[in-house]
């Protein structure tokens, strides 16, 4: 376990973790809500991203045997075996990110949001509420208790209308600070193609709008989207997500290390009917990110590149 951090390291994309996790804490700040308790909760899950230090989880058993970078092994079929969170052997070294243990599962925080209104139309069952009991120094018997997180204890936790509870719950701060989070289970899983992947997020009939911005307003977190007006082309994209080929991100041949850049990169955010707001990670040449996972997608160049000159034609 001593190569862990060697290991996370070429995991890609952690900009945008720190970038959203500030964000979350100056907000927080600038409404005045870090002295109370129950703003707290959320704000623990900021600090904890912000020591992150790659996308997905860091306290991931590196499992040994003929497996490829974090424990992710890509199949002879095709299919991509992402292993379960465990801890390492010394947790107190590890970083830590958000995470509610449910059934048995960790769930940790995604690249999918909801605002606090919007949530409430997607309450389904109660799970529970959370118990904050796990930190870097937490031992494997926390991580066997049902609702253990990592965001502090009290918030409710529900299932989410629509989805399935085995990828995806929500756990709200409310009514005091009126703030959502969506967790989804995305470790100890096998992803057998990309549909298996992106029906889960219930894009194909239900996108409203689309937008993006450059790589440095995504890296600066700045608020500088540009709308994407031709439908057909986003339909054409999002059809497109079904049929990708998967790649793990740990291959020597990784677009995704070496694009972080205007010319290269874009961040493609979806705006579903139900108020989910999906974000991608988009590099030129066809490689699609999603979330915290150490993998990605290759699209079809002519599905590709149709909604890639929309973005950068400006």
């Known amino acids: 376990m001593s190569n862990i951090k060697n290991e996370l390291d070429q995991i890609e994309l952690p900009e945008e973790l720190h970038s959203r996790s500030k964000k979350g804490i100056y907000k927080a700040k600038a409404d005045g809500a870090v002295s109370t308790p129950n703003s707290r909760k959320f704000i623990s899950i900021a600090i ?28 002879d079929d095709g299919s991509i075996d992402i292993p379960a969170i465990e801890l390492p052997d010394n947790p107190s070294s590890a970083d830590m990110i958000g995470l509610i243990v449910y059934q048995g599962n960790v769930y940790t925080q995604t690249r999918t949001e909801i605002n606090y209104e919007d949530a409430q139309d997607l309450i389904d069952e109660q799970i529970g509420v959370t118990k904050g009991n796990i930190d870097e120094w937490s031992d494997d018997e926390a991580y066997t208790e049902e609702l253990a997180s990592s965001i502090g204890s009290g918030l409710d936790v529900y299932t989410m209308k629509g989805y399935d509870e085995g990828f995806r719950i929500m756990a709200f701060d409310w009514p005091e600070q009126g703030r959502v989070e969506i967790f989804e289970r995305l470790n100890g899983i096998t992803i057998q193609n990309s549909q298996d992947l992106f029906e889960k997020l219930k894009l194909q009939g239900h996108v409203k709008e689309a937008e993006y911005r450059t790589f440095d307003d995504w890296n600066y977190n700045r608020d500088n989207y540009h709308a994407i007006e031709d439908t057909e082309r986003v339909q054409s994209f999002v059809d497109g997500l079904y049929n990708m080929d998967m790649k793990v991100s740990g291959d020597e041949a990784n677009p995704i290390r070496e694009s972080r850049n205007n010319d290269e990169f874009r961040e493609l955010i979806f705006h579903l009917d139900d108020g989910t707001k999906v974000r991608l990670t988009l590099i030129k040449g066809g490689y699609i990110h999603y979330s915290y996972t150490g993998i990605y997608f290759e699209m079809k160049q002519e599905t590709f590149q149709g909604i890639w000159k929309e973005m950068i034609e400006e």
């Open 48 to 75: 904890s991203l912000l020591i992150v230090v790659g996308v997905g989880f860091v306290l991931l058993n590196l499992n040994s045997g003929n497996q490829k970078a974090n424990g992710i092994q890509q199949n």
